[in-house]
């Protein structure tokens, strides 16, 4: 896809999000009855009004993705952004959130069956479930599961693909005295609680490596030595002495653009 078609694809959906504003609102109180989902609806049209943010990398031209995760709509979207911007067939199994999912991916459909281009772009159906990718993982150049680390590995033990990738969501481990740091502390949890952030607090180094997984976010705060931390642990993304939680929220130029995950950023 050339990025005039990019563009003009996105605007289209910008313009079909803002006609169908009250069905979608509508969609966003279903989830929040249902299921008790909370949606920032005004954050998912400035995501995609920020369309030209999302990186091309031709590395990634035609691959073939298999994404699972919940299924917020501000991840969704910009997933979908990045499957077109990048030319990836993105296969997408949303554990949640179907409805308001259901209602924006309608409407791209009908953006590219209205510009009659085929859509080899995104694959997506709110009955695919995680077994759908286990039994066809060896037709994926790369499988991501954004969620728990828990259920991450629950899924690792039936998936034989080389190339899966643990993004963690929501969580964020920190090793701090809460005495000694009592007004970050306080903080922290006022905004984890706004957020619908899960926090782990350890005071205990011993306890904290070993709750601390592959893939994970970390906040440390220490006087010592931070290599003495960075040996023992892998997180996704640490931070020591700091809890800019901006940090930590997914961002999908990070997880798809043929990053090294190994690597702490």
Same mark, same amino acid.
């Given at each position: 896809? +050339?990025?005039?078609?990019?563009?003009?694809?996105?605007?289209?959906?910008?313009?079909?999000?803002?006609?169908?504003?009250?069905? @979608?609102?509508?969609?966003?109180?279903?989830?929040?009855?249902?299921?008790?989902?909370?949606?920032?609806?005004?954050?998912?049209?400035? &995501?995609?009004?920020?369309?030209?943010?999302?990186?091309?990398? =031709?590395?990634?031209?035609?691959?073939?993705?298999?994404? $699972?995760?919940?299924?917020?709509?501000?991840? *969704?979207?910009?997933?979908?952004?990045?499957? !077109?911007?990048?030319?990836?067939?993105?296969?997408?199994? *949303?554990?949640?959130?179907?409805?308001?999912?259901?209602? &924006?991916? *309608?409407?791209?459909?009908? $953006? /590219?069956?209205?510009? =009659? !281009?085929?859509?080899?772009?995104?694959?997506?159906?709110?009955?695919?479930?995680?077994?759908?990718?286990?039994?066809?993982?060896?037709?994926?150049?790369?499988?991501?599961?954004?969620?728990?680390?828990?259920?991450?590995?629950?899924?690792?033990?039936?998936?034989?693909?080389?190339?899966?990738?643990?993004?963690?969501?929501?969580?964020? =481990?920190?090793?701090?005295?809460?005495?000694?740091?009592?007004?970050?502390?306080?903080? /922290?949890?006022?905004?984890?609680? +706004?957020?619908? @952030?899960? !926090?782990?607090?350890?005071?205990?180094?011993?306890?904290?490596?070993?709750?601390?997984?592959?893939?994970?976010?970390? &906040?440390?705060? *220490?006087?010592?030595?931070?290599?003495?931390?960075?040996?023992?642990?892998?997180?996704? $993304?640490?931070?020591?002495?700091?809890?800019?939680?901006?940090?930590? =929220?997914?961002?999908?130029?990070? !997880? $798809?653009?043929?990053?090294?995950?190994?690597?702490?950023?």
């Amino acid at each position: 896809m +050339t990025d005039s078609e990019y563009k003009a694809i996105v605007q289209r959906l910008v313009d079909a999000i803002i006609r169908s504003k009250y069905i @979608l609102h509508e969609a966003v109180q279903a989830e929040l009855a249902e299921n008790l989902n909370q949606i920032n609806f005004e954050n998912v049209v400035k &995501i995609i009004s920020r369309y030209g943010e999302i990186k091309h990398n =031709k590395e990634l031209n035609g691959k073939h993705i298999a994404i $699972i995760c919940k299924g917020n709509p501000e991840m *969704t979207i910009q997933i979908l952004l990045a499957a !077109l911007r990048n030319n990836i067939h993105i296969k997408l199994v *949303t554990l949640n959130y179907h409805i308001i999912n259901n209602c &924006i991916f *309608t409407l791209f459909y009908e $953006i /590219m069956q209205d510009i =009659k !281009l085929p859509n080899v772009y995104l694959n997506y159906n709110e009955n695919y479930l995680e077994e759908d990718i286990i039994e066809k993982n060896s037709n994926f150049d790369k499988i991501i599961y954004i969620g728990d680390y828990f259920d991450y590995q629950n899924f690792e033990y039936f998936c034989s693909n080389e190339n899966l990738v643990f993004w963690n969501d929501n969580n964020i =481990k920190v090793l701090m005295s809460k005495s000694e740091h009592k007004e970050e502390y306080k903080e /922290m949890v006022k905004f984890a609680y +706004t957020n619908n @952030l899960e !926090l782990e607090v350890y005071e205990e180094e011993e306890d904290f490596f070993e709750e601390v997984n592959d893939g994970e976010f970390a &906040i440390i705060y *220490t006087d010592e030595n931070e290599e003495k931390f960075l040996e023992k642990i892998n997180p996704r $993304i640490v931070r020591f002495n700091e809890f800019n939680f901006d940090d930590f =929220k997914f961002k999908v130029n990070d !997880l $798809i653009l043929g990053l090294d995950f190994s690597v702490k950023v």
